[in-house]
């Protein structure tokens, strides 16, 4: 993984091409199946917490979602609440009709959420495992890439890629895409690793988001606001913050220690686990007064007209 002088961005080099690139997704988390979002809830806590869960969406970010809690609905944590901010993609609810097309949506996880949210969603995944289980999960996923599928312009109201970018060849030509099956004034969604992390300077090759060979290009916040705006895009001023330092820490400490960064086995010592509750709480201690520095980059931005 190499730095750009220029804009920052890392970027993996030599790297899978887009024949060989498949091999790295032959088992893959997505590959399982998600008919169980969709099961009915029968405790009566998780009824409360979903009540709560509702009231919140509906105020922050005007979805019409019932049952709903008569309380305020930001007396609960904060660490809550920015679950709650993940699970809508930080997207505000234009209405009823809404269209969202989701890219890389995996085995349709997200895009079960924003349906029973209210939008009409589609999808895009090139990985025909992961897309088989989206489909069977009544999905509408077309298997391909956004460049190689015909897809009307000028028709979704969002655009989403959730840890997508840092996946694909070429991507500002996926961002430049994105724009065009957006309507003017519509809104793309980004989260991707930070580059700029305060975990890459602290574990520099163990740190868990670098993944070679999956993950060909790493963002920086400001490398991600300028390709952005060479797309066509006006993104906001700020990333949203989102705190996910434990677990990603958990994995680089298992990648320092022992190598095994996906299976976690054997489990870490008590002292480990302690050295990593410390690390990631200064981590998210840091990316509080400075956003630029967590562990994930989420940043919004509209279509210009």
Request: glycine letters at 6%.
């Amino acid at each position: 993984m190499y730095r750009c002088n220029t804009c920052g961005s890392g970027y993996l080099d030599p790297r899978p091409n887009s024949a060989t690139i498949g091999l790295a997704y032959s088992s893959y988390h997505t590959h399982t199946s998600v008919i169980d979002v969709e099961q009915s809830v029968k405790s009566a806590w998780r009824r409360h917490r979903i009540a709560q869960r509702n009231a919140y969406l509906n105020s922050a970010y005007g979805y019409e979602l019932y049952p709903s809690n008569a309380r305020s609905p930001y007396c609960v944590s904060r660490d809550r609440r920015q679950r709650w901010d993940k699970q809508v993609g930080y997207l505000r609810y234009p209405g009823r009709g809404a269209r969202l097309l989701d890219i890389g949506c995996g085995n349709g996880r997200f895009l079960l959420q924003m349906r029973a949210a209210g939008w009409d969603v589609s999808g895009v995944e090139a990985d025909p495992a992961s897309a088989a289980q989206a489909i069977e999960a009544g999905l509408n996923v077309k298997v391909g890439t956004l460049e190689n599928l015909a897809l009307p312009d000028s028709y979704f109201d969002a655009v989403s890629l959730h840890h997508v970018l840092e996946h694909l060849h070429r991507p500002l030509e996926t961002l430049r895409r994105c724009r065009a099956v957006l309507k003017p004034g519509g809104t793309i969604v980004i989260a991707t690793p930070n580059f700029s992390a305060v975990g890459h300077v602290t574990f520099g090759p163990d740190w868990f988001p670098l993944q070679s060979p999956t993950h060909l290009v790493l963002f920086t916040p400001e490398s991600l606001r300028l390709a952005l705006e060479m797309a066509g895009f006006v993104p906001e001023p700020l990333c949203r913050l989102r705190l996910v330092a434990m677990e990603i820490y958990r994995k680089s400490f298992h990648i320092y220690r022992r190598g095994n960064p996906m299976r976690l086995q054997p489990p870490l010592s008590l002292f480990d686990k302690m050295c990593v509750a410390w690390l990631a709480w200064k981590a998210n201690r840091t990316a509080r007064i400075q956003p630029g520095l967590a562990e994930e980059l989420v940043l919004l931005a509209r279509r210009k007209d």
